[in-house]
C-alpha cells in the first residue's frame, strides 16, 4: 500500500510565474506510478502527467514537468508561467497493488493576477 | 465522446432512503473503482472491481454495496443512507497494464450527495 503527503494546504503564485507542488510517498512496492491530477471549482478530475518508478526521464506534459527524486521518494509537480486557470486543488496519487491509487489531501493552488 | 459517465450528478436524500448511483465506461476497461470526496480531503476508495464478475472492499466500504453488472457499468448502491455519507462520489476506470505503467485511469463528473 502507498501512503502520499502532500504538506503544503494551500499556495499562492504570481500569474506568469513557476510554481512547485510538493508530493512525496512511502510504498514498499518496487513497481509504482505517480499520478497528477487537478480538480477546478466545478470538481472534475482532470489528469495532467503521469510517472512511472522505472522511468529515467522526468515526465513533461507542456507546462507540467515532474520532478521525481526516487530516492527521496519525491514527485513534485513544476507548473511553469502560471495563469489564471491554473487556481485549483492539485493531487498526487500513487499507483500500488492492484492498479489502486491512493491520494493525499491535496493542494489548492491560487494564482493572483 | 470516450469516458466515464456517472449519474444522477446531484442527489438529496433523507436518513434512512435507498439509492443507486450509476458509472458507466465506454473505454473498454477492465477495472472499475468507486471513490468518495470529503471536504478538504483527497479521494477514498470504496470498492473496486478489478475485471468483470469480481469486486473488492477499499478503505472505506461500510454503508455501500456494489454491483459490477457487465464490463461497462459499475454501481454503487446505499441500503440506508446517513448524514455521514454525505459526499461527492466519484466513478473511475482503468486498464491492465504492466507495473508501473500508466493505466489510463479516468474519472468521471462526480455525483454530489446529501443525506439529510
Known amino acids: 500500500a502507498q501512503k502520499i503527503t502532500q504538506t503544503q494546504p494551500g499556495m499562492f503564485v504570481q500569474e506568469k510565474e513557476a510554481v512547485t507542488l510538493d508530493c512525496t510517498y512511502d510504498t514498499s512496492d518496487q513497481s509504482y506510478g505517480l499520478f497528477w491530477y487537478k480538480q477546478p471549482s466545478s470538481g472534475e478530475m482532470i489528469f495532467l502527467i503521469y510517472?512511472?518508478?522505472?522511468?529515467?526521464q522526468n515526465a513533461t506534459e507542456g507546462r507540467y514537468s515532474l520532478n521525481f527524486q526516487k530516492a527521496r521518494k519525491s514527485a513534485n509537480l513544476v507548473i511553469s508561467a502560471s495563469q489564471l486557470g491554473d487556481s485549483a486543488m492539485y493531487f498526487c496519487?500513487?499507483?500500488?497493488?492492484?492498479?489502486?491509487?491512493?491520494f493525499g489531501t491535496g493542494t489548492k493552488l491560487q494564482v493572483i493576477p | 465522446n470516450a469516458g466515464v459517465t456517472q449519474t444522477p450528478k446531484f442527489q438529496v436524500l433523507k436518513t434512512g432512503q435507498s439509492m443507486t448511483l450509476q458509472c458507466a465506461q465506454d473505454?473498454?476497461?477492465?477495472?472499475m473503482y468507486w471513490y468518495r470526496q470529503d471536504p478538504g480531503m483527497g479521494l477514498r476508495l470504496i470498492y473496486y472491481?478489478?475485471?468483470?464478475?469480481?469486486?473488492d472492499k477499499g478503505e472505506v466500504p461500510n454503508g455501500y454495496n456494489v454491483s459490477r453488472l457487465n464490463k461497462r457499468e459499475f454501481s454503487l448502491r446505499l441500503e440506508s443512507a446517513a448524514p455521514s455519507q454525505t459526499s461527492v462520489y466519484f466513478c473511475?476506470?482503468?486498464?491492465?497494464?504492466?507495473?508501473?505503467?500508466?493505466?489510463?485511469?479516468?474519472f468521471g463528473s462526480g455525483t454530489r450527495l446529501t443525506v439529510v
Open positions: 473505454m473498454n476497461h477492465n477495472s
Open positions: 496519487p500513487g499507483s500500488g497493488g492492484y492498479q489502486k491509487v491512493t
Open positions: 472491481s478489478a475485471s468483470e464478475g469480481t469486486t
Open positions: 510517472q512511472g518508478s522505472y522511468d529515467e
Open positions: 473511475a476506470s482503468s486498464q491492465p497494464g504492466p507495473p508501473a505503467s500508466n493505466y489510463g485511469y479516468t
